[in-house]
């Protein structure tokens, strides 16, 4: 299973709303879980074959340990086709435009160049940080409140080939 | 409200044009509804400002209600075009702004906390709330604006002052306070932004004095130390444990001093 098909996995579970789908296939075994799990979006539980010139980012690996937090994926980590949008600056990060409405984007949503996908606070100054690309979303790397720095990846976006 | 834009417009130099609307939800979400349409149609954002009467939904920062009643404060936002380098001087150019109309029109003591908050003697009196949207390098710009003109009993904001219960001049009704506040942040933006100039003067209008105690909550961290100014992109720094950090987002706290 290469991650063009993987990622396609992952827009037929945001698609169909069900909580989520496991494939094992040669060795390699991909858990996708849905909407509804609070969980990370998706598990690659299985190896990564020698010579696969796609590799996962880091933040889709289960953390080592409880208490650590997944490393930042650098953006050569991430499939081709796949764009990462990292922060313009330094502040906080946050997936709505305020404490009671719903999220700009999920993992799955289909975005258009220019659409805001998320707040950046910084000296109370709230900078929405608009897609530069068409796509889908595929990863959303901070949770929401969490401070983020100066290019560090914010979101991965599938772009539409 | 009776002031005649048609006689203040032209005599303004940065604004090109200003709305006075009796009642609305916010006056952000009016101007948000202005740079959507011109970033969607791929218009200049005209330099404006649009001022409220009465909110029925103002708005503070995390989605707190900022009370609005007719007649008891100015309630504005400016829309505005500036380059993305000048953004991070932003926030605190508009704190010297409020600060300094207060203290130029009403010989109000008005003092800025980390970043822009406008606190006389420990109490809210004026409030800033800017959202920007970068384009390639150019950012566009709402700074809403609420400033406490006539006392308000108000469960939801109890550390708060108002212009009528601080000012030592004859108060002559809130047109002409709004009308010199128009003022003022028109003569502020003809100038333009200078670095050095904007952390010199908010530096000289801080509350905040070496070695005041802070606590600035940061998500779910919260770092405790003491204030040491500001750096020149204008974060906090705080002293904390023998080491200096700056810091650019999170809520600052005042700690009680020991």
């Known amino acids: 299973m290469n991650f063009k098909e993987i990622l396609e ?15 094992e296939q040669g060795g390699t075994k991909v858990r996708i879980e849905g909407k509804q799990s609070h969980s990370k979006v998706f598990t690659y539980t299985g190896e990564v074959k020698p010579g696969e010139s796609h590799s996962i980012p ?6 080592p340990a409880p208490a650590a937090a997944a490393p930042a994926p650098s953006p050569q980590a991430v499939p081709a086709g796949t764009h990462v949008l990292t922060s313009p600056i330094v502040g906080t ?12 984007v999920e993992v799955g949503s289909r975005i258009k160049k220019g659409q805001v996908l998320c707040i950046i606070e910084a000296m109370k100054l709230m900078n929405e940080i608009e897609s530069d690309v068409d796509g889908v979303v595929a990863e959303i790397y901070p949770s929401n ?15 539409n080939s | 409200m009776q002031l005649d834009t048609r006689e203040i417009v032209p005599r303004l130099r940065a604004l090109e044009s200003l709305a006075i609307i009796p009642r609305v939800a916010s006056t952000n979400l009016i101007a948000r509804r202005v740079v959507n349409e011109c970033i969607e149609n ?5 330099q404006a400002m649009i001022i409220a009467g009465e909110q029925f939904a103002g708005r503070g920062r995390n989605d707190r209600r900022w009370s609005s009643p007719a007649g008891k404060g100015i309630y504005a936002t400016t829309l505005l075009t500036r380059s993305a380098q000048e953004l991070p001087l932003v926030p605190l150019a508009m704190a010297n702004t409020l600060a300094s109309y207060l203290r130029d029109t009403f010989a109000i003591e008005a003092r800025i906390k980390w ?13 800033i709330l800017i959202e920007a949207r970068l384009q390639e390098n150019r950012a566009y710009l709402l700074i809403g604006t609420g400033i406490n003109v006539e006392p308000v009993n108000d469960e939801h904001r109890p550390n708060a002052t108002a212009i009528r219960e601080l000012t030592t001049r004859n108060f002559d009704g809130i047109e002409n306070a709004t009308l010199a506040f128009i003022e003022h942040i028109d003569a502020r ?14 530096r000289s209008l801080s509350i905040h004095q070496p070695g005041d105690r802070i606590q600035c909550v940061l998500g779910d961290r919260t770092i405790t130390g003491t204030w040491n100014g500001i750096d020149e992109h204008g974060r906090a720094l705080l002293q904390s444990a023998g080491e200096t950090i700056a810091i650019s987002a999170g809520d600052l706290v005042l700690a009680p001093s020991s």
Not at chain 1, 145 to 159: D, T
Not at chain 2, 196 to 202: G, I
């Open chain 1, 58 to 63: 880091m933040a889709a690996l289960p953390p």
């Open chain 1, 9 to 23: 996995l992952i827009d037929k579970v945001a698609e169909s709303g069900i909580a989520g789908v496991e494939v």
């Open chain 2, 115 to 127: 970043p822009n908050d406008i606190l006389v003697d420990h109490k809210k009196i004026a409030g």
């Open chain 2, 42 to 46: 791929e218009l200049s954002l005209p």
């Open chain 2, 189 to 202: 933006l003809a100038r333009p932004l200078d670095h050095d100039e904007v952390l010199a003067e908010w």
């Open chain 1, 145 to 159: 409140a969490q401070p983020v720095e100066f290019g560090e990846p914010l979101f991965a976006i599938r772009e």
């Open chain 1, 93 to 104: 990060f946050y997936r709505s435009a305020s404490p009671d409405s719903g999220p700009f």
